[in-house]
Each structure stands twice: as structure tokens, then as C-alpha cells.
């Protein structure tokens, strides 16, 4: 540790009493916690029905909707009251698959790693084409090739070199790492970028989708984003109603993609076998968030809500994104209730639907509970979904805006919480600092003032509630398993489960019995200069 930073740290150890002494702690009930949430813990034993019995949740998937029952069944076997399936949308058309086999045919005969896009076509039966490499980046690029794909499968894909790892496959934040996170950073203000790339990717699809029907071609292909035979994928097709589907479109693993691309670069000619089991279901094009809560005392009015989303990508069993967090946040509120905690706010729980998709189901529960804001009125842009709309303004609170508290979200794999980012909201971070003391023995003790992205806790911040995420360990989540193949039950660790799970259950104590909600800050006004749209992770 640098000298200055070590000075830092000594006068703070000084300071501490005169910096925590404004922010009571309850050292009794945190004691209490954390023996319930050691040595009687059943995080594991949810994370396991979730992924193990239920497997991927898609949103709009008869699996989503069993989670959606399960959860809330589960809940309300623990005592949370007012436990309901809160319906939002139209999301659209859900999808499932249960069989993928794919092998090469000639020059050789053996099966090939792949696994279809969600809300692409089943191939009804094995069916058989030549491989074909083809550059299909933008829409310009399909005249070249009209009367010559019937039949083909088609390989759209650069090939990539399959390099050493320049990171660790699996690791934890280092002190030198949490000391940088914080100092403040300003947003990148990339936004705009990120939302005109995602326009135009999705103004390709559904001119692909069209085009290659009309064509014949047999199938797409692309590859895997990460190596070793880990396939990493999202959707393709369409979800929506009378759209075009397209043709049957898989991710191969990148060892087996280059391969094939080798062949053909030396002009030997590949046939591809492939029998895609798929459907999509039409019967309920409706979403769900599951929602319970502990009812408040004196203060019942005011909510404290811990989130978490439940639906997940289907390459896996949706363990690490997100299983980990819908168990962490059930089991801090059965924690809480195996207590007997009578929290001064209401303790609201919520299991979102959508989040892979554009923290949809989260965007819902804002709109319909605490703050609209207008619709674009571009005209070119009413053919996008809203989350690719230019933001409306101004945002218009609604009653219960000024009854949330807080939101703490948990979305960032298995690896245990080391701290909090604050979203710029500077005011609430001495109180933060005082609720994460009690767990500087297990590691927790940062807090950052720094935005991250990407979740659910984007869409409360959005409209100026204090909305936070945790700081996590990152372990192998963006290395192997996040939106693949490996992610699952194996991929989480139970003790850092554990710890993340007492502290959810005590910043949502903490919150709920301190005498002032948490402080926030002001509503978002129109920036200058700028028509954006909160930067979120690239989901599809």
C-alpha cells in the first residue's frame, strides 16, 4: 500500500467514531444475522432448485413462468405477505429448445459443438447443406449474394485466433483494485454509440431474416466469443408476433468454427448435418416480476426493495446470471423473517423478468409505480422497441416515488459482495460506510461514488431513486460462464453466497429501521446537448 494511502486509511480508523457515530448500527441484530445466515443458511439449496430442477428461464419460456410460481410459492412458505405475479408487457413470443445436434458430414465425419440463438427456427429434422462463408455485416453486403444461398449453410463469422489469456481465468479484486475504485471517474458518454450500433444490428436481423427465407439458405452460423469450447451466445430471429424468424441460426464453438474456415479457405467442401429441436410459445405474450414482501410497521408506507432478475440465457442453467441473485435475495428476506424482524418500512422483494432483454421488467415496474416519462416522438425511431428509443423528457414522479428508500440489486455472478457502488449519490456514502463495517472481516468495506451499468438498479437511478449495485468479485463470470454454456450450478461458491446474502439481509434491515429514508439524488433533467438512453451491458 502506498505511503498516502496508508496515512489515508490511519486518520479514518481516527475518524471512525466521529464518521459512524450519525449512522447507528444494530451490532445485536447484525450478530443475529449473520448466525442465521451462517449456520442455517438455504441459499444453496435455492440456487440449486432454481438451476438443477428449473434449468434456463428465458423470459417468455414455460421454464420463466415455473420459476415465476416456484419463487412465489417459496416466499410465501416463509411468511412474506401480499405475494403476487405482477404482469407487464406485451414481451412477446417465448421460445424453448430441446434437442441440437450438429456434425460435420465431409471431409469427416464427427460432431461439432454449437448450440442454437434463442428465438430462431427448429430445422424440423435433420437436414444437410454445404458450408458456405459469406460477409453479411451490413445490408448492402446481401445483393452479391441473391440466387446463390439455397441450401447453404452459411458462415458469417470472421475466424478468430485462438490466443494465450492475457487474464486469469478466475479472480478476486485485489486491495490495489478496490483502492481504485474509489476515485471517482466521470460516465464515458457513450451511450449514443451504444445505441446506434444496437439500431442498426437490429435493423440487419430483421432485413437478414427476410432475405435468407426468400433465399433457401439452410442455416447460420457464427462463433463463439470466448475460447476453450465455451459457447457463449444470446439471441437472433424475432420474438415478435407476424416478424420474420429467419432460418435456424447456431454459435459454434471457436476451435471448431476456425476449423471449418481452414476447409474452406483451401477450397474443400464441408457439408454440415444439423438437427435443431425448437418452438416458440404464443399462448401468453405477457411477462411477470415476482413480488412479495414483509409488511412495515410505523413507517409501512415506505418501501426498501431488494431485486434481483430471474430470467436467464438458455446455453446453461442461468446459475451465476442469475440464479445467484434471485437465492442471495431470498435468502436475505427468509433470514429476516426467521428473526421475527418487524421492519419500520416494508421489505419488498422483486424477482425481475426481461433483464437480459433490456432490464425490461424492471423499466416496467418503474413506468407503472413511480415515474413515466414520454415516449420518443421521433418517427423513425417508432419501429424500435422503447429500451432503443431516444429517452423522453421530462420524467413526470408519480405519489410513490417518494416512497421508496432504496433498491439493492445483485447481478454480477457468484462472487461475494466487496463493497457498494453509490451511482454518484455522494450523500449516502458515509452511511453505506457504516452499515459495511461490520463485515470488513469479510471483505466488504468499499464504497465507490462510481456508476456501474447493465442491471436493474439502472432503471431506478434513471428516474432519481437510489438505486445501487454491489460490488462483487468477479471469479470466472466474465471469463467463462457469463451467457454460456458453463453457466451453471457447479460455477457458484456457496461461502461467498453466504456472506453476500447476510449482507443484503442487513443493508435491508438498516434500511428499512433508520429514522429518514436514504438520501437521493435529483431527479435527471435533460443533459445538454445530448439525446441518450442509459448505457446498459449488449444484451442480444
Known amino acids: 500500500m502506498r505511503r498516502s494511502t496508508s496515512l489515508l486509511a490511519g486518520m479514518l480508523v481516527l475518524l471512525a467514531p466521529a464518521l459512524w457515530a450519525e449512522e447507528p448500527v444494530d451490532w445485536e441484530m447484525v450478530n443475529r444475522i449473520r448466525d442465521e445466515g451462517i449456520q442455517r443458511s438455504q441459499v444453496m ?12 428461464r428465458l423470459t417468455g419460456s414455460p421454464a420463466l413462468v415455473e420459476a415465476n410460481e416456484w419463487t412465489l410459492e417459496k416466499l410465501r412458505e416463509w411468511g412474506l405477505e401480499e405475494g403476487r405475479l405482477e404482469e407487464w408487457g406485451p414481451f412477446g413470443r417465448g421460445w424453448s429448445f430441446t434437442r441440437a445436434a450438429v456434425h460435420m458430414i465431409h471431409p469427416r465425419q ?41 441450401g447453404k449453410v452459411l458462415f458469417v463469422s470472421e475466424s478468430r485466433e485462438i490466443a494465450p489469456a492475457d487474464q486469469a ?19 464515458s458518454g457513450h451511450a449514443d454509440e451504444w445505441l446506434g450500433k444496437a439500431r442498426e444490428r437490429l435493423k440487419l436481423r430483421r432485413a437478414l431474416n427476410e432475405f435468407l427465407i426468400k433465399e433457401g439458405a439452410a442455416a447460420v452460423v457464427d462463433i463463439s466469443s470466448r475460447d476453450g469450447g465455451i459457447l457463449r451466445l444470446g439471441s437472433a430471429g424475432s420474438r415478435e408476433p407476424g416478424e420474420s424468424v429467419g432460418v435456424p441460426t447456431i454459435t459454434m464453438a471457436a476451435e471448431h468454427y476456425n476449423w471449418i474456415l481452414r476447409l474452406l479457405d483451401e477450397d474443400q467442401e464441408v457439408e454440415i448435418d444439423l438437427d435443431i429441436q425448437a418452438r416458440f410459445h404464443d399462448a401468453d405474450l405477457m411477462a411477470y416480476n415476482t413480488i412479495a414482501e414483509i409488511p412495515g410497521t410505523d413507517k409501512a408506507d415506505e418501501v426498501v426493495l431488494l431485486g434481483a432478475h430471474l430470467d436467464s ?13 434471485t437465492a442471495v435475495v431470498m435468502e436475505a428476506v427468509r433470514i429476516l423473517q426467521a428473526l ?52 423522453g423528457w421530462p420524467i413526470t ?3 410513490d416515488h417518494d416512497k421508496l428508500s432504496g ?8 462472487g461475494k459482495i466487496r463493497g457498494i457502488y453509490t451511482q454518484g449519490n455522494a450523500a449516502v456514502a458515509q452511511v453505506f460506510e457504516a452499515w459495511l463495517e461490520p463485515f470488513r472481516d469479510m471483505g466488504a468495506d468499499t464504497v465507490t461514488n ?17 438505486g445501487f449495485q454491489f460490488i462483487q468479485d468477479d471469479l470466472d463470470y466474465y471469463t467463462r460462464t457469463h451467457h454460456s454454456n458453463l453457466d451453471v450450478f457447479d460455477h457458484a461458491r456457496r461461502e461467498d453466497l453466504v456472506q453476500a446474502s447476510i449482507i443484503m439481509a442487513s443493508f435491508a434491515y438498516h434500511a428499512a429501521m433508520r429514522d429518514e429514508m436514504l438520501p437521493r439524488k435529483p431527479i435527471p433533467q435533460k443533459p445538454l446537448g445530448s439525446e441518450t438512453v442509459e448505457e446498459e451491458e449488449e444484451q442480444e
Request: net charge negative; charged share 25%.
Open 340 to 391: 421475527g424482524v418487524e421492519p419500520r418500512r416494508t421489505l419488498r422483494v422483486a424477482l425481475w423478468a426481461g433483464e437480459e432483454q433490456g432490464l425490461l421488467g424492471a423499466r416496467a415496474h418503474v413506468e407503472r409505480h413511480y415515474a413515466s416519462r414520454p415516449d420518443s416522438e421521433i418517427p423513425e425511431e417508432q419501429d424500435f422497441p422503447a429500451h432503443l428509443r431516444t429517452l
Open 169 to 187: 481465468e478466475f479472480a478476486r479484486l485485489s486491495q490495489e483494485e478496490l483502492e481504485e475504485m474509489e476515485i471517482f471517474s466521470f460516465p
Open 45 to 56: 439449496d435455492t440456487l440449486q432448485h432454481l438451476t438443477d430442477r428449473i434449468g434456463p
Open 110 to 150: 464427427t460432431p461439432l459443438m454449437a448450440l442454437p440463438k434463442a428465438w430462431t427456427p427448429g430445422t424440423d429434422g435433420p437436414i444437410r447443406g454445404q458450408a458456405m462463408r459469406v460477409t453479411l455485416e451490413e445490408e448492402g453486403d446481401l445483393d452479391q449474394y441473391r440466387g446463390g444461398l439455397q
Open 313 to 325: 440465457w438458455h446455453p446453461g442453467t442461468g446459475s451465476n446470471d442469475n440464479g445467484t441473485g
Open 450 to 466: 462510481r456508476n456501474t451499468g447493465g442491471t436493474d438498479h439502472i432503471a431506478f437511478d434513471a428516474v432519481g431513486l437510489p
Open 407 to 414: 433498491y439493492f440489486n445483485f447481478d454480477n455472478g457468484s
Open 397 to 399: 414522479p408519480k405519489p
